[in-house]
């Protein structure tokens, strides 16, 4: 009878957390693997295995289909997929398409990038398409 009782707790718990569970803005947000904690005012979400981000009021606003994201800093973050790295805006466009191998910190609006072993050089004056200058381009 113990073991029967043991195994039951362990089948009924066993699921718990298949989906994570977090009220945000008011409403109890569903149907996500993992809620990570807000940080700079969005909090990355895994769902089905990919990530993306949600705002303060649950909204996901960068929809969950990078393998990685990063935080986002002045307004960009870094995104992962397939293990390159890419530069992304928090409306979810793309400003830097993710095939680089390294993506450094923007300084001063300057991005240094590698890829297949070239280094690059960007300018970011904004935070849309837009706004990025190849100076070095690395792109094939």
């Given at each position: 009878m113990r073991i029967i009782l043991i195994v039951l707790a362990v089948f009924c718990f066993a699921d718990m957390d298949a989906f994570a569970q977090k009220r945000v803005g008011g409403k109890m947000l569903k149907g996500y693997d993992v809620i990570y904690p807000f940080k700079n005012g969005r909090a990355k979400v895994v769902k089905n295995g990919k990530m993306g981000?949600?705002?303060?009021?649950?909204?996901?606003?960068?929809?969950?289909?990078?393998?990685?994201?990063?935080?986002?800093?002045?307004?960009?973050?870094?995104?992962?997929?397939?293990?390159l790295l890419g530069l992304i805006n928090e409306q979810g466009e793309i400003l830097l398409d993710p095939i680089?191998?390294?993506?450094?910190?923007?300084?001063?609006?300057?991005?240094?990038l590698?890829?297949?072993?070239?280094?690059?050089?960007?300018?970011?004056?904004?935070?849309?398409?837009?706004?990025?200058e190849y100076l070095v381009d690395v792109r094939d």
């Open positions: 981000f949600i705002d303060m009021q649950g909204e996901e606003v960068i929809k969950p289909e990078f393998d990685q994201v990063y935080p986002f800093e002045k307004g960009l973050a870094r995104v992962e997929n397939v293990g680089y191998d390294y993506i450094g910190t923007n300084k001063e609006g300057l991005v240094i590698t890829r297949k072993g070239k280094k690059g050089l960007v300018k970011i004056t904004g935070n849309s398409p837009e706004n990025v």
